[in-house]
């Protein structure tokens, strides 16, 4: 296995809920991210998948140092940069960058193309062989841009090749790691294929490492190496695609897989699994699991005692799962149908 590039262990973000009409006065807390160990390898692409709500893009912040954890630790090669000051933080900003979810809201619309990629070069004084221009001009054409959209403004683009800008920008620094938050969720699905083969053409040519953040259980398969599957602020399964798609272990993964579309098995199609209830608040997430209010398997001892990530009976090395009670190994998800523009 290659060096650890990123690492986060007992991440924590809580978002302060306030109350009151004329003092404000804290009244609870948002626990988006609650204790979140992860590891991202050099040149390795990590899915971090999950419902909407349930803490991704908030983690996939938090790694980047947009957002100030108000617990646990984020080490960079080695080295502690949870409360890492801006000072001390410039010359990781150049290794660790992010692609947003947005590409109408992600480019100013007042500055060209030009402008934007160049960016991170000015912020950080670089001038690069050739001037910046010439710099720009090669990304453009890396990400399958014209040159000559050097001048033009973010409107006279559509979604997809907006997005082409943002990745052309994430590669301005020559980082080791981008965080890629929801990249195509924003997009048409005719246009998804392209920036998803094209971010993974990126990931062999340049042995970039991604933390790729998505709730399309088919892209994340062709594009990560390795699986997190989050619920509720917590990471409750983690392992390779194969052994995760193949051999899921926690009920929450089993009910992910089963409704991914177009899904079939040997006997004609797989039943669907229907969650009980809504995502619980996660300003008073359940005691113990916090998956159970919804899990068919939940007995007493999922509401007092917390599930720890750990490598089952039967797992495969690195294949870790928090539940009391998981599903024996199967054959579940080795038949998910993949879009065929995504198939290699």
Sequence with gaps: MSEELLELSGLEK????????????????????????????????????????????????????????????????????????????????????????????????????GTIISGPMEINGIEPPGGRERRVKELLETVGLNPEHYNRFPHEFSGGQRQRIGVARALALNPKLIVADEPVSALDVSIQAQVVNLLQQLQKELGIAFLFIAHDLAIVRHFSQRVAVMYLGKIVEIADRTSLYERPRHPYTHALLSAVPEATTEKGGRERIRLAGDVPSPIDPPSGCRFRTRCWKAQDKCATEEPPLVRLEGNEEGHLTACHFPEEPTTQGENVVLDPALRG
């Design 14 to 113: 809580h978002f302060p809920v306030t109350g009151g009409l004329i003092f404000k006065r804290q009244i609870g807390k948002v626990h988006a991210v609650d204790g979140v160990d992860l590891t991202v390898h050099a040149g390795e692409a990590l899915g971090l998948v999950g419902e909407s709500g349930c803490g991704k893009s908030t983690t996939g912040r938090l790694a980047a140092r947009l957002l100030e954890p108000t617990g646990g630790a984020i080490r960079y090669r080695g080295r502690d940069i949870t409360h890492a000051s801006r000072k001390e933080l410039k010359p990781i900003r150049s290794e660790i960058q992010m692609i947003f979810q947005d590409p109408y809201s992600s480019l100013n619309p007042r500055h060209t193309v």
